[in-house]
């Protein structure tokens, strides 16, 4: 009789986008840190996010989200973050997803009204601010990375587009930031597929042609994402609104405009002096979800401004399931995989 293999989840979602939070089934992973985790996990152990993330388990479009034990005896949890271009070090959706899970979970007890906790990510340690009323997790507001400008409205030559102008900033991974009415967009669910296909040139094309550098991370890669930049409207004082979206290489847009994109979007509104310390902005997703970035302060890194910030969302509970590995099933390959599961006879 062959043990089962079997990996326990919860599927949440921020926004639209859907976290798969992994609570059991994976044996302890090498490393002293959750950094360290999340490098044997995309050196030698890929195959649970490429398991995750493709049929017949799940799609591109989904996140995946390991709970591992943290390094920090202050964090109540670490995670380890996995899309489809990889592992990024920090995610504001799905850090938004990995709270509201451990809260439900019971990982981290629920205290009626607002509660503070730490998570350890692969970025290091991230304070969790959260609303609780009646039992349900209403709102979760979490540090987002600090974020700034690397380039300025750059130009490149996009095959099929001409000309097209682009700012990048780092906020947890490098940005590429576009105006969408100046390709045409407004911004609207209809046009998801084109902007996918848009996004995707562009990609291509820079990476083609340069590549980044954060001040203390190094080189950490392609550039990964691309964000459609809506008009900002202004809504009351010190509050700011815009349609969004964002692209993860190759080929997804994200259902929602995600934590990372808006601070993104926080970097550049500073840069250009647009936004004062205590502003929030409002991304609109094609969906009509939306996250809130707050403009928490600045600070001077590595020669570059650096703005803090605080994104606001609500992760939801889809379902809380077993999934059943079986590898002699030819849809699924156990490669880089079956060392980390734990036997269940």
Sequence with gaps: MKPELTIQLMDTHAGGDVSRIVTGGIDALPGNSVRAQMEYLRDHADGLRKLLLEEPYGIPEMSVDLLVPPSDPHAAAGYIIMEVMGYPIYSGSNTICTATAVLEAGIVPKKEGKQSFLLESPAG?????????????????CEGLPSYIHTYRATIEVPSLGSVTYSVAYSGGFYALVDAESLGFELLLSEERKLADTAYAIVEAIQAERGFSHYTLGDVGPLPFLHFMGPVHQIAEGYYRSRSATYVHPGVICRSTTGTGTSARLALMNYEGRIRSGDKLETISLRETGFIGEFSGLGQVGGYQVVKNNIIGRGYVLARSDIVVNCDDLMVDCDGLRHILTSRW
């Design 125 to 141: 340690l991230v304070r969790i601010d959260a609303l609780v009323e009646n039992g349900v997790v209403e709102a979760i507001t």
